[in-house]
């Protein structure tokens, strides 16, 4: 059986406090960091002011490296509820949009499509032939 993921509300996680879980929010993931407060490279207070929050934005500003996101799988205590996700890729914190399929392209690209050329060679045949012929 697949292990037990722990879920959190939003709601769950803003009512943190720094003293007893300093718990936040990452690609959707819940962190407690109450034992690597005084040991973060970037300080205790970064990580205090984050307490509570989706520090994402935060997280992937600051460009973490490889060995810092290895370093933080060891205080993940469990994940969002699925109502409270944001829409991820989870590797980065960038937002995936995918565009809706639609037909404009087609239309406004009749001028550099195969059709143009031969109706303009039609019309240029049809004048010759009314001109000449
Ligand atoms: C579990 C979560 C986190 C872990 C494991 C972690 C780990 C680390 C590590 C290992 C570094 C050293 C540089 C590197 O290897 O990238 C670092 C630097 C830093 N971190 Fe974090 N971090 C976490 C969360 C955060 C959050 C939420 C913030 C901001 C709100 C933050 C802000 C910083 C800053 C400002 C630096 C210093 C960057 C510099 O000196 O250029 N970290 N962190």
Redesign the pocket.
Known sequence: MAAEVKKFTRKEIAASDAKTAAR?I?NNHV?D?SQ?LDE????HE??V??VG?D?TE??D?????????E??K???IGELVDEDKTNTNNSGGNVKWTTPSNNTEEETSFISSWKFPVVLGILATVLYTYLFG
């Open positions: 936040f990452i962190y960091v690597f973060h490279p970037g300080g970064v990580l002011n984050a929050k520090a935060d997280f500003d600051i460009g973490h490296s490889i060995d810092a996101k370093l933080m060891k205080y993940r």
